[in-house]
């Protein structure tokens, strides 16, 4: 069994700051892909930002140069530093992670999701 468990959300005001976490534990043999993604309400969830086990990173158009994603292997985290926060940027964010179990199944496991919300 593996737990994503994310933190760091909250309220902010437009220009802000956050730095969301996101920690797997359990029957971990290797993470593969890390990445956030966030959904508003009557919308899709959609990606904002990934890495891979190699450290390739893609960025979603609307968070380049804003976002920056970044994982210590050691510790099973990932991280997101948000910066010069909009209001479009409120959403609930989650955290997923391509993991590879102690049972030998590989699959994709998401967290519980942080509310983000950008206004003054």
């Known amino acids: 069994q593996v737990q994503l468990v994310e933190s760091g959300g909250g309220l902010v005001q437009p220009g802000g700051s956050l730095r969301l976490s996101c920690a797997a534990s359990g029957s971990i043999v290797s993470i593969y892909d890390m990445g956030w993604y966030r959904q508003v309400p009557g919308k899709q969830r959609e990606l904002v930002a990934a890495?891979?086990?190699?450290?390739?990173?893609n960025y979603a158009d609307s968070v380049k140069g804003r976002f920056t994603i970044s994982r210590d292997n050691a510790k099973n985290t990932v991280y997101l530093q948000m910066n010069s926060l909009k209001p479009e940027d409120t959403a609930v964010y989650y955290c997923n992670a391509d993991v590879l179990s102690s049972s030998r199944s590989r699959f994709l496991s998401w967290g519980q999701g942080t509310q983000v919300t950008v206004s003054s």
């Open positions: 890495t891979t086990s190699g450290g390739h990173i």
